[in-house]
């Protein structure tokens, strides 16, 4: 590499000439090798890529388009400035729809508003379980891309709960059909999501519904006719359970005239033995009465 000569105007000592070309010199040596040095890193870094447990890479090659492999855990090495890899999450995810701050999954937006067969507007809380198929990765990245959540399953599952709910009246989402609703929204997503874009839902929980105030009202007045049902039923049992003991106290009764009853009529002389315990020193006189 030549000496760099210093201008006419730097000093004119030939000693102090030399120790600024030397001086020169250096700092241009040490701007060449810090170049090559950063030409080096950046070439060497993007040819080694680490994937961690619970991650694929999917490989994009600037002469194919992406690759169709997926590489797995490990070290993989790329070609400089031809093949640049992608890392997917490939573990579960939970993807939620609410207005509250969750603090574990991640809030896809607020809740799902929809209508019911009826025409009850319900808000729903729904947590939607997900991963990407792992040996499918590369059709994924290919089609869709790193984004597949907000592109796929945020719209996906808005559009499946509508349609599910629109056909169940409102009192089957506040009762007994609730479980029924959560497991086909659950295989609807699944069918629509694993065969078209290659992603598996694991599982769907409707966390809550909230419901309009009028129909919010209606229950509160449903529940407290209810209460006041069970009420008066429970003061029902209580004086049928008294009836009954009455009843069967003087059924009783009546039962044990009609055994005395029979029993005078089969023994007359049985009159005549009260009689004596009645009546006591008297009998005597009873006695002789009845024998005259």
Partial sequence: MPDFQAPDFFPSSQSQKQDLNSFLNKLKNFWVYFFIVILIVSIFSGTIIKVDAGERAVVFNIFGGVEKRVLGEGIHLMLPFIQRATIYDIKQASYTFTSEDQKQGQVLGEEIHTLTSDGQKIDIELTVRARPQPEELWKLHKSIG?????????????????????????????????????????????????????????????????????????IDRKQQAFQEYLKMEYVLAGEKSKRDAKILQAEGE??????????????????????AQVYGKRAKLIFSNDLE
Avoid: M, W
């Fill in 146 to 218: 790193p984004a597949y959540v907000t592109k796929i399953i945020y719209p996906k599952a808005k559009a499946t709960v509508r349609e599910i709910l629109c056909s169940y009246p409102v009192e089957d989402v506040y009762s007994i059909k609730r479980q029924e609703i959560q497991s086909r929204i659950q295989e609807h997503l699944q069918n629509d999501l694993e065969k078209k874009y290659f992603i598996d839902i694991e599982e769907v929980l409707i966390r809550n519904v909230r419901f309009s105030k009028e129909f919010q009202d209606a």
């Fill in 254 to 275: 009546a039962k044990a005239i009609s055994l005395r009853v029979n029993a005078l009529r089969a023994n007359p002389d049985f009159v005549k033995y009260r009689r």
